[in-house]
């Protein structure tokens, strides 16, 4: 394992992590370097100063319910990592994010029932509970939010997150009870991510981008946001996101 270094001199602390429609984001060359964790080896790919971790992996071949997500936090912990963003393609629930919006994600509801969110499984945990009420980094939200203002680039503010398992999307009917509980809209990795990233002491935060109504809020099919549209808005987020962290 090599760590990179800044200008300065000083590790890389920072990094990205991305989702559906982010492989753009590596070259198709490029190529990353392999981080040894307890939990299996991940790879991370070097910016200019931050490290970017695709969860889907480069071919996007991992499905959401088959990501190794303690590797992927574990690794970020082991080279230095102390902020994270990630970047979470959502459908929408409500009108808080519409279509190829983005916004900050406030709270999350953890219908994933995973069994591997948490780092906490043997008599050698130190902490039993991690506080949840203000799940995502007030402190990188604001650094964030300032940051959009200042590219003019419109970044929403709160909103809630409905994790589900997956790889299938939702029925109308789950939909519907996903909206009668507040949901925002939905997605199937940010609430494992989270916890983890929580757990283990990394200053988190997550931005989601719609990229279609969840089924049964229209009354078509689901619809998708085209992929051009998608990779600008993405352009978009790691502009939001570079500059938040220079």
């Not at 559906?20 to 910016?47: I, P």
């Not at 949901?183 to 719609?210: C, K, P, Q, R």
Request: proline letters at 2%; a negative charge; hydrophobic letters at 40%.
């Amino acid at each position: 394992m090599r760590l990179k270094k800044t200008l300065e001199g000083e590790l890389m602390k920072r990094a990205i992590i991305g989702g559906t429609g982010t492989q753009f984001l590596v070259d198709e060359d490029e190529r990353g370097f392999d981080v040894e964790t307890s939990y299996g080896v991940v790879t991370l790919y070097e910016k200019e100063n931050y490290y970017l971790l695709l969860r889907h992996m480069k071919a996007h071949k991992v499905l959401p319910h088959m990501i190794n997500y303690k590797a992927n936090i574990a690794a970020l912990k082991e080279v230095g990592v102390k902020e994270v963003v990630a970047i979470y393609a959502v459908g929408s629930i409500s009108d808080k994010l519409k279509p190829n919006e983005i916004g900050l994600i406030d709270q999350f509801i953890d219908f994933s029932f995973r069994s591997d969110s948490t780092f906490h499984l043997s008599e050698q945990s130190t902490i039993g509970h991690t506080l949840f009420d203000q799940p995502f980094s007030k402190v990188l939200n604001e650094r964030l939010m300032k940051s959009s203002k200042e590219l003019k680039i419109e970044l929403k503010e709160g909103g809630v997150y409905i994790c589900t398992n997956g790889p299938r999307l939702e029925t109308a009917s789950e939909i519907k009870m996903f909206k009668s509980w507040g949901s925002d809209y939905v997605g199937m990795t940010a609430s494992t991510e989270t916890i983890l990233a929580n757990e283990i002491g990394l200053t988190f935060s997550g931005i989601a981008h719609s990229i279609n109504w969840a089924t049964g809020i229209t009354d078509g099919t689901v619809d998708f946001v085209d992929s051009i549209s998608r990779s600008a808005k993405v352009a978009q987020i790691i502009q939001i996101i570079e500059k938040a962290f220079n």
